[in-house]
């Protein structure tokens, strides 16, 4: 049985880790170099970079934040944000990043999810899906970090990227986001139930046992969490145990 994963996420603006609430009102939360170094050693299973307004901003990802950050850790590291091209991958995992994560540059052109598994191996590419419910009751997509609403439902481009070769599939509930009410079950165990590849949950946790329910009700494979780690509401190590001991497969 596969280990469940603890993600913390570093969302970065300006070279600061930041966090709002629904993707709106950021603020600072720290240096993303030593909260990257504190995680690692608290037993992160991974660790997340998101340049947040790279997209926004029409600019390539930080890659010396990137190096920086990779030589203060030895878990694996995700890096998005502005990726678009073989070539800003290669810079990336050349300046320590294991994995990509791209959202609005692969809904605007699919083919780069295919070209990108491809040539670096699907293991490497993470499709991020911003996602929200709205009065329907279904799930869309999202772009541009959250700014952008399309008419394409989540489960159809999360079906879509998988057999263009996406390798994993991160999921951030707009609904939820910073709320720390708990995570999206429904939309994560849809996804988990009917995908052959990891999802990785993101947005609302807020205790212990929003990652319980993420793991068992949500199937999801990984949980992703932010503000509740940055402000030390919840230290890894505790939330470890916590699940551990509810019998979840979990690192310790």
Same mark, same amino acid.
């Given at each position: 049985?596969?280990?469940?994963?603890?993600?913390?996420?570093?969302?970065? *603006?300006?070279?600061?880790?930041? *966090?709002?609430?629904?993707?709106?009102?950021?603020?600072?939360?720290?240096?993303?170099?030593?909260?990257?170094?504190? !995680?690692?050693?608290?037993?992160?299973?991974?660790?997340?970079?998101?340049?947040?307004?790279?997209?926004?901003?029409?600019?390539?990802?930080?890659?010396?934040?990137?190096?920086?950050?990779?030589?203060?850790?030895?878990?694996?590291?995700?890096?998005? &944000? &502005?990726?678009?091209?073989?070539?800003?991958?290669?810079?990336?995992?050349?300046?320590?990043?294991?994995?990509?994560?791209?959202?609005?540059?692969? !809904?605007?052109?699919?083919?780069?999810?295919?070209?990108?598994?491809?040539?670096?191996?699907?293991?490497?590419?993470?499709?991020?899906?911003?996602?929200?419910?709205?009065?329907? &009751?279904?799930?869309?997509? !999202?772009?541009?970090?959250?700014?952008?609403?399309?008419?394409?439902?989540?489960?159809?481009?999360? *079906?879509?990227?998988?057999?263009? &070769?996406?390798?994993?599939?991160?999921?951030?509930?707009?609904?939820?986001?910073?709320?720390?009410?708990?995570?999206?079950?429904?939309?994560?165990?849809?996804?988990?139930?009917?995908?052959?590849?990891?999802?990785?949950?993101?947005?609302?946790?807020? $205790?212990?046992?929003?990652?319980?329910?993420?793991?068992?009700?949500?199937?999801?494979?990984?949980?992703?969490?932010?503000?509740?780690?940055?402000?030390? $509401?919840?230290?890894?190590?505790?939330?470890?145990? !916590?699940?551990?001991? *509810?019998?979840?497969?979990?690192?310790?």
């Amino acid at each position: 049985m596969l280990t469940k994963r603890i993600i913390p996420c570093l969302d970065i *603006k300006d070279g600061r880790t930041v *966090k709002g609430v629904n993707f709106t009102e950021l603020r600072d939360a720290g240096d993303p170099i030593e909260l990257a170094a504190l !995680y690692a050693l608290q037993g992160a299973d991974e660790l997340v970079f998101l340049d947040i307004t790279a997209t926004v901003e029409k600019r390539k990802t930080l890659s010396e934040l990137v190096n920086k950050i990779a030589h203060k850790i030895n878990i694996p590291f995700t890096v998005g &944000g &502005g990726i678009k091209t073989e070539e800003d991958v290669s810079v990336l995992l050349q300046n320590g990043a294991d994995k990509i994560s791209i959202n609005t540059a692969a !809904y605007i052109d699919p083919t780069i999810i295919k070209s990108f598994a491809k040539n670096f191996g699907s293991q490497c590419v993470v499709l991020a899906i911003d996602t929200k419910c709205e009065a329907d &009751g279904n799930w869309y997509v !999202y772009l541009n970090g959250g700014r952008q609403k399309t008419d394409t439902l989540t489960t159809e481009w999360a *079906k879509k990227a998988v057999d263009l &070769g996406a390798g994993e599939i991160l999921l951030t509930s707009m609904n939820h986001d910073g709320t720390k009410q708990g995570f999206a079950l429904d939309i994560t165990a849809t996804l988990s139930a009917t995908l052959p590849i990891p999802i990785i949950a993101s947005g609302g946790g807020g $205790e212990s046992a929003h990652f319980y329910d993420v793991f068992t009700t949500g199937k999801a494979d990984a949980a992703l969490a932010a503000s509740i780690f940055h402000y030390k $509401e919840l230290a890894i190590p505790d939330l470890k145990k !916590y699940l551990n001991n *509810k019998g979840i497969s979990i690192r310790l």
